[in-house]
C-alpha cells in the first residue's frame, strides 16, 4: 500500500524555519520531519511514498536526489548510472501539485502514481516525541509497587547491599518505582497520533521493569 504524504504547505507558524526550506525539511535530531515519518511507516512494511510537493517543493527534491553520497549521471539521457545505496528500500514519487492548492485538491493530483489503489494518507509535519512513564500496581488491591526500603544502622550506613537482586513490593514506604519511556508518533488529525507498541504498551519491551516486577506480577499503569 502507498503512503501519500502532504509536504506542500508553507508551514507559517514557523517561519523562522520555512522562510528558507519547506516545513518538512525542518530537522530533529540531526534528520527532516519526512525522514522521520518514512521510517516510521517503513518499520511496518510501508516503503513506497508519494510527496504532494508545493511551497519550495523542489528542496525536497534535491534532498532525495543527493540522498545517495556518491552517483553517476548520464546527462545525455537524463538518468542516474548509479548511486551508492542508503539502507532505506524506499521508492519515493516526487510530485508537483501547486503552491496554493489546499489538502483535497493536491491528493486528487496524486491519482496518477496511486490509481485506483487504496492509500494512506498523512501530513509532512506532524512527528512527534512521545514522552512518559508508567508503574505497577498490585493485582486485588491496586496499592502500587515500590522499591524496597534501604535499611540502615544506627550511624546511618546501609546494611542492605546495594547489589542484591531487587524486587518490587506493595508494602513499605519505598520509593514507588516508575519507569520513564520515549518514542515517536505523529499527528493524523483531530488530536489522533499514530505510534506504536513502544508507547502504547511500553512495559512489554522494558526488559529491567519485567524483571523487577517478577515476582509480584503487578498490573501496568500509565501516569503521564
Same mark, same amino acid.
Given at each position: 500500500?502507498?503512503?501519500?504524504?502532504?509536504?506542500?504547505?508553507?508551514?507559517?507558524?514557523?517561519?523562522?524555519?520555512?522562510?528558507? $526550506?519547506?516545513?518538512?525539511?525542518?530537522?530533529?535530531?540531526?534528520?527532516?520531519?519526512?525522514?522521520?515519518?518514512?521510517?516510521?511507516?517503513?518499520?511496518?512494511?510501508? &516503503?513506497?511514498?508519494?510527496?504532494?510537493?508545493?511551497?519550495?517543493?523542489?528542496?525536497? $527534491?534535491?534532498?532525495?536526489?543527493?540522498?545517495?553520497?556518491? *552517483?553517476?549521471?548520464?546527462?545525455?539521457?537524463?538518468?542516474?548510472? +548509479?548511486?551508492?545505496?542508503?539502507?532505506?528500500?524506499?521508492?519515493?514519487?516526487?510530485?508537483?501539485?501547486?503552491?496554493?492548492?489546499?489538502?483535497?485538491?493536491?491528493?486528487? #493530483?496524486?491519482?496518477?502514481?496511486?490509481?485506483?489503489?487504496?492509500?494512506?494518507?498523512?501530513?509532512? +509535519?506532524?512527528?512527534?516525541?512521545?514522552?512518559?512513564?508508567?508503574?505497577? *500496581?498490585?493485582?486485588?488491591?491496586?496499592?502500587?509497587?515500590?522499591?524496597?526500603?534501604?535499611?540502615?544502622?544506627?550511624?546511618?550506613?546501609?546494611?542492605?547491599?546495594?547489589? +542484591?537482586?531487587?524486587?518490587?513490593?506493595?508494602?513499605?514506604?519505598?520509593?514507588?518505582?516508575?519507569?520513564?519511556?520515549?518514542?515517536?508518533?505523529?499527528?493524523?488529525?483531530?488530536?489522533?497520533?499514530? &505510534?506504536?507498541?513502544?508507547?502504547?504498551?511500553?512495559?512489554?519491551? +522494558?526488559?529491567?521493569?519485567?524483571?523487577?516486577?517478577?515476582? *509480584?506480577?503487578?498490573?501496568?499503569?500509565?501516569? #503521564?
Amino acid at each position: 500500500m502507498k503512503v501519500v504524504i502532504l509536504a506542500g504547505g508553507l508551514g507559517s507558524r514557523i517561519s523562522e524555519e520555512t522562510i528558507v $526550506k519547506p516545513k518538512p525539511l525542518v530537522e530533529i535530531g540531526g534528520k527532516p520531519i519526512i525522514w522521520h515519518i518514512m521510517k516510521l511507516y517503513s518499520v511496518y512494511g510501508f &516503503t513506497e511514498f508519494c510527496v504532494a510537493l508545493g511551497y519550495k517543493g523542489r528542496h525536497i $527534491k534535491e534532498f532525495f536526489l543527493s540522498y545517495c553520497s556518491n *552517483v553517476s549521471i548520464d546527462l545525455s539521457e537524463g538518468r542516474i548510472i +548509479d548511486a551508492q545505496r542508503p539502507s532505506e528500500n524506499w521508492i519515493i514519487h516526487l510530485i508537483e501539485t501547486g503552491q496554493d492548492t489546499q489538502t483535497g485538491g493536491r491528493i486528487k #493530483r496524486m491519482k496518477p502514481v496511486v490509481g485506483n489503489e487504496t492509500f494512506m494518507a498523512t501530513y509532512g +509535519d506532524g512527528v512527534c516525541l512521545i514522552y512518559g512513564s508508567y508503574t505497577f *500496581v498490585e493485582s486485588g488491591t491496586g496499592r502500587p509497587l515500590r522499591y524496597p526500603e534501604t535499611q540502615t544502622n544506627d550511624s546511618g550506613a546501609t546494611v542492605q547491599n546495594a547489589n +542484591d537482586e531487587q524486587a518490587l513490593t506493595p508494602e513499605g514506604q519505598g520509593a514507588i518505582a516508575e519507569f520513564p519511556f520515549a518514542g515517536t508518533g505523529f499527528h493524523v488529525g483531530d488530536g489522533f497520533v499514530l &505510534t506504536n507498541r513502544h508507547v502504547t504498551q511500553p512495559w512489554e519491551a +522494558d526488559e529491567r521493569a519485567q524483571s523487577l516486577n517478577s515476582s *509480584v506480577r503487578g498490573i501496568p499503569r500509565c501516569c #503521564r
